[in-house]
């Protein structure tokens, strides 16, 4: 899957709170996504996944939230932490695998 | 499980020289692999595609000239900058999936290469 060169938009959150980040699928047919932390420096880093068949999966601290109607993923993050810090892309697998552009996540002190 | 190497992690060439990075999997076999760069603050551009034991599927826009890639097991692609010039200095991201191109993707830690 190809991914679009963008300057990526920003979350920025207080320590302790609740994150949301949102993202848009394009395929309708796409029956697993994936959720990704890429910190400064770093290669990607798997942190969640979703089938087609769910609407909802947690994982330690994070959910993920899948809504097949509009083609809208999210990833919560509870009592976000200064090492969430990081970009996050969310990945959906149809043909082929498609990135979306990229969430940078801010977690103020 | 399932972890991705790369080596090296950063190099720094000369301009007209030749730079090959190396992409493992180190706990499980990889049919497919991935070669991405990225641009600072920007997401992952897929630059091509390799099954092992078959040349690799470039995306449009790829020198597959300037960017050869070699996936000669299932645990080992190279991706080799030939003629390395300036713009070609970027973050090198591979990835590994065990199954077919649709399965879950790992990603190594990435190479800064860095042209003079």
């Known amino acids: 899957g190809e991914s679009v060169g963008l300057h990526l938009p920003t979350l920025s959150v207080q320590e302790g709170d609740n994150s949301i980040i949102n993202c848009a699928y394009s395929?309708?047919?796409?029956?697993?996504f994936i959720w990704y932390k890429q910190e400064s420096g770093k290669g990607p880093q798997f942190i969640i996944d979703?089938?087609?068949?769910?609407d909802k999966r947690q994982g330690q601290r994070v959910t993920v939230l899948l809504n097949k109607t509009v083609k809208h993923l999210s990833l919560q993050i509870a009592a976000t932490q200064p090492g969430d810090s990081a970009v996050y892309f969310c990945?959906?697998?149809?043909?082929?695998?498609?990135f979306g552009a990229g969430t940078r996540l801010t977690v103020k002190p | 499980g399932a972890v991705v190497s790369q080596h090296p992690s950063w190099v720094i060439c000369k301009s007209g020289t030749s730079v090959k990075i190396e992409c493992r999997s180190l706990d499980f076999q990889a049919t497919t692999m991935f070669w991405y760069r990225q641009f600072p603050k920007q997401s992952l551009m897929l630059m091509a595609t390799?099954?092992?034991?078959?040349?690799?599927?470039?995306e449009q826009g790829v020198e597959k000239d300037k960017f050869l890639i070699n996936h000669a097991s299932l645990t080992l692609s190279t991706l080799t900058v030939t003629s390395a010039h300036p713009e070609d200095s970027s973050f090198y991201i591979c990835s590994a999936s065990q199954r077919s191109g649709t399965d879950t993707q790992y990603f190594g830690p990435g190479t800064r290469l860095t042209v003079l």
């Open positions: 979703i089938r087609s068949n769910m």
């Open positions: 990945a959906e697998n149809g043909n082929d695998m498609r």
């Open positions: 395929n309708s047919a796409s029956d697993y």
């Open positions: 390799s099954n092992e034991g078959s040349k690799a599927t470039y």
